[in-house]
């Protein structure tokens, strides 16, 4: 554990480094000059910056097409920067090898736009699928599964298949499944996008208790009426650039 406390008779290289030390600890998130094109000079981001500090809920807002899932993508490495730079914990990903990835995705959670559940399995395998790629012992998988399916409520559905639950309950699987393996990051791409107001708000209740509890969370939404209820911190997409940071 490092001593980030600074002594009087200190040299300033070590207080350089302390100084870095505490910015790794709190930055989860940097762009810089982020620029995104698509084949066909399809330009989806331009020279986009900012950070994201550790415990930080972020909606990332913005008409369809402003690059909100593309932002997100970048941040997972589904898709690569065309310029600038863009950090995860201090780690710069153009740098990270094919081999790493899975290494960088267990540290983030995402929640897909579409889902992505697996249609041929039951609500709690499709939780428990996003663990068989890990070390986690049978006990330990069952444990994890109880105690998040029954934070979510979703225990009585459990045997369900992805075409029996509503909308609401597979958006729910869906955080579950990007929740059990503990993550620093949750990257939420329109978790409400098909939902009613009641299933909407308990989606961002939950999503905010995650936050407390000291997940950092960026949620992209077109919804400016729900990003205005809750106070937390905005960034709006239009024209590919960051048009204001609130
Ligand atoms: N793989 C791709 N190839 C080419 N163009 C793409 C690709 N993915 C996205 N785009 C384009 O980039 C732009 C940004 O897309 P993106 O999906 O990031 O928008 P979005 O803000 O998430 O939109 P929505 O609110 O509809 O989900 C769009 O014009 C889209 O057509
Ligand atoms: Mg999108």
New binding site residues.
Partial sequence: MYNLFISQAEPVDSLVDRFTILIMITLMITFENVTKV??KD?V?LQDISFFIEKGEFVFIN?P???????LLKLIYKEEEPTKGTVKVMDQNLRFLKKKQIPHLRRKIGVIF?DFKLLQDRTLEENVAFALEVTDTSPRDIRKKLMDILTYLRLSHKKFSFPYQLSGGEQQKVAIARALVRDPYILLAD?PTGNLDEKSSQEIIDVLLDINYKGTTVLM?T?NLKLVQKVNKKVLIIENNKIATEA
């Fill in positions: 698509y084949q399809w989806a913005g369809t097409g402003a690059g909100k899932s593309t736009q329109e992209a077109h």
